[in-house]
């Protein structure tokens, strides 16, 4: 019987040894998709392919892993050897979309596969119509890029040449694909080795049975904080503002049952998928309901397989939420993942209040752009941009952060201007952009560059440009986003959330992204709290005397017309 001590260093040490994969990948990949922005995530699994530990990296990508190594190891047909790895970026299969390539590697230890590393990136460029693979009016999933079914890409400790060869002819900048794929194997090498120092350390058979453990202790615990909520049956909808293909609203609806310590997910009454590449595949849809059902229970759970436990999920085949192949994904993984969020904290809302924040921005923001440079030499970028967090009970919402499903970071400027043919004029919080609440909403942001090269293509992937992010408890919607081309310096182009353009050298891309709805009565807030909003340049003077019946003028209170201002008497 293993004793508790060694139970908690074990689940320290595969943490951790999920972090360390983490940071080996982001050091030694050369795209700054991920060195910069941090898209990437890592997981440890054991020899039943359960989920024992995983690093904090990217929600999509973590809730979606534990069906991709099932699936992808199910699919592939071969023995695995020592030092062999797994890839594979089929949707249907890893979860998420074209870009995040996954790779897995089992874990030898004297002969036989004690348990699994993997790790998913998400490549800046995979191939597809569009330079960033992430094309708004995809029809269909071979439209979106080079399709990889699970193969041994690794064999032994060495890559599958042909197998680089036929990648790299697929993609636009493949020495970087080269290299993220490089960094994705040393991230699961030092994962592997990490496992052997434990099992080493405190033998074999104490290392099955911390896990055992360590699994049944994240579901004593996470069934635990489930009988905290009341039993019921609680309903959320909300809607995405278009296809990409259609401009037309597209539902989806969760309904939660809560009963004793088990809590089901029933997406019946959601839409059928779409022509356009808003559609989830069921990996995403899952990643949302354990993201958000930590969010709103104890983070400090550790995430592994027995926290799911609870958990039953229906999704009905061929609905938005869970497609059928050969549909296009590439904008299901990165924005109806959000506003699948966004339904499911609407639906907890009516549970437990006090722990669900308003809407945050819903989008993640995608900008791909890419051309050639001189010498033919061609370039592609994917970043997403941040924006406003939705205001919580008793703290204000984060202004310019990257929200839910996302969790990358913001790209540096210098370092996009440096590798790129681009130029920035502006990157600044967007003022008056957070709801107004007791609680307001962070504020979003406001970045511009101007193009350097003769001529570029840019896509861009978007929601929260017509249906606002909700306010929560009183509190009033965020701001929508803003999208604009600029031509000559004078002429301003608004762009449609889900489009593709050409640019010529000289022209300028404008983008306004959304705030955070509000949290509660904006009547409410203590008048100093929107002085300093307004000396801090989020909210304006106009602002503060509209929404929050503030008055401030030329950077001074006035409390004697502000109360009359809140008791109506002006």
Not at 375 to 387: F, M, S
Not at 437 to 444: D, P, V
Request: hydrophobic content about 35%; proline content about 5%.
């Amino acid at each position: 019987m293993v004793d508790l001590v060694t139970v908690e260093v074990v689940k320290g040490g595969l943490v951790y040894a999920a972090e360390e994969m983490g940071i080996a990948l982001r050091n030694s990949s050369y795209s700054h998709n991920i060195k910069e922005r941090m898209d990437h995530s890592c997981a440890i699994f054991d020899k039943n392919k359960r989920l024992i530990a995983q690093a904090e990296h990217i929600p999509v990508h973590l809730g979606s892993m534990g069906l991709a190594v099932k699936e992808g190891l199910k699919i592939y047909k071969g023995d695995l050897q020592e030092g062999d790895m797994i890839l594979f970026n089929d949707p249907y299969i890893s979860g998420t979309h074209l870009p995040d390539i996954t790779l897995i590697a089992p874990v030898f230890y004297r002969g036989e596969i004690i348990g699994y590393v993997a790790n998913k990136a998400h490549h800046s460029d995979v191939g597809g119509k569009v330079p960033g693979s992430l094309a708004g009016d995809a029809t269909e999933l071979f439209q979106e890029g080079i399709i990889i079914p699970p193969v041994k890409f690794v064999k032994r400790g060495f890559f599958d040449e042909e197998i680089l060869e036929i990648i790299k002819f697929n993609v636009r900048v493949p020495e970087i694909r080269v290299g993220d794929l490089r960094a994705q194997a040393a991230a699961n090498n030092v994962g592997i080795n990490r496992i052997l120092s434990l099992v080493e350390r405190y033998g074999l058979d104490n290392f099955y049975e911390a896990i055992e453990e360590i699994l049944n202790y994240s579901e004593r615990r996470m069934r635990s904080e489930i009988k905290k909520m009341p039993e019921g049956v609680y309903v959320g909808e909300d809607y995405l503002e278009s296809t990409g293909v259609e401009e037309e609203k597209v539902k989806i609806r969760v309904e939660i049952t809560i009963k004793g310590s088990e809590i089901t997910f029933d997406y019946t009454g959601t839409d059928p998928q779409v022509k356009g590449p808003l559609n989830a595949p069921l990996g995403v849809t899952m990643s949302g309901v354990y993201y958000t059902l930590m969010a709103v229970t104890d983070p400090t759970i550790p995430i592994n397989d027995g926290c799911y436990r609870p958990v039953k999920l229906y999704v009905p085949k061929g609905c938005l939420m869970n497609p059928v192949k050969p549909a296009p994904v590439a904008g299901g993984n990165v924005e109806t993942s959000q506003r699948n969020v966004d339904v499911l904290l609407k639906a907890f809302s009516k549970v437990i209040p006090d722990k669900v924040c308003a809407g945050s921005q819903g989008t993640m923001n995608n900008v791909c752009i890419g051309g050639t440079v001189e010498n033919n030499k061609l370039w592609a970028l994917y970043e997403t941009l941040a924006g406003g967090m939705g205001g919580r009970p008793g703290l204000d919402g984060l202004d310019g952060v990257h929200v839910h499903m996302t969790n990358t970071l913001n790209t540096p400027i210098e370092a996009l201007e440096k590798n790129y043919p681009l130029r920035f004029i502006s990157y600044k919080l967007r003022s008056d952009s957070g709801g107004a609440g007791k609680w307001r909403g962070g504020c979003g942001i406001e970045r511009s560059w101007m193009l350097t090269s003769s001529r570029a293509t840019l896509s861009i992937l978007t929601e929260r440009n017509v249906i606002p992010p909700w306010g929560l408890k009183g509190g009033k919607p965020g701001a929508k986003g803003e999208f604009y081309i600029i031509k000559g310096g004078k002429k301003k182009i608004k762009l449609k959330s889900k489009c593709t353009v050409t640019l010529s050298g000289g022209d300028v891309f404008l983008a306004k992204t959304p705030g955070g709805g509000g949290y509660g009565n904006p009547f409410e807030r203590d008048p100093e709290r929107v002085l300093q909003d307004v000396l801090n340049g989020l909210v304006s003077e106009k602002s503060a005397r509209k929404e929050y019946g503030v008055v401030v003028r030329k950077g001074e209170l006035n409390l004697e017309e502000t109360m009359k201002l809140r008791e109506g008497k002006v």
